[in-house]
């Protein structure tokens, strides 16, 4: 059995994206009361990697719901959510480099914790957990071919 292209693409845009909106509204709501919003227009809005770490989260959480199988409901968590940390891991320090920082590692390390107190990380844990229970899938040829050999 094998997750289905339509809900594999649909479970990757609705964990990245509902997170990074979490991220960027929670942290909307901290520069709220200072009115300093030029800082969250240049991490969030502005910001060209953005959109490269939303179209690298969904590109690698699509292939990862649709070239493993489908996994018990508690592993699903763990292997995206790691997917998901390491598309942001490597985004941010790609950013840092592309920047000239001497330690993009540590930077990419810094925007991590950052998603953990924006929450952007926690709310694609939630998702990830939620989304799962609603994947679509499918037989493949192979467990079809099983099927009618066992007479099914």
Partial sequence: ???????????????????F?????????WQAPFGDFG???SVWAGNPWSAVFVGAAA?????????????PVWRVPLIDGSAYLVVLLVCAGLESWAYGDEAPA?????????ALLTLQLPSAWLLIVWR????????TRAALRAARADGR
Avoid at 106 to 114: K, L, Y
């Fill in 106 to 114: 540590d930077s990419a390390f810094a925007m991590a914790s950052f």
């Fill in 1 to 19: 059995m094998t997750v289905t292209w339509r809900s594999a693409v649909s479970y990757a845009l609705t964990v990245t994206v509902l997170s």
């Fill in 59 to 71: 590109t690698v959480l699509t292939l990862t719901r649709r070239l493993t199988g489908p996994l």
């Fill in 132 to 139: 799962a229970r609603h994947l679509d899938t499918v037989l």
């Fill in 21 to 29: 909106l979490t991220g960027a509204a929670v942290d909307l709501a």
């Fill in 39 to 41: 800082l969250w227009v």
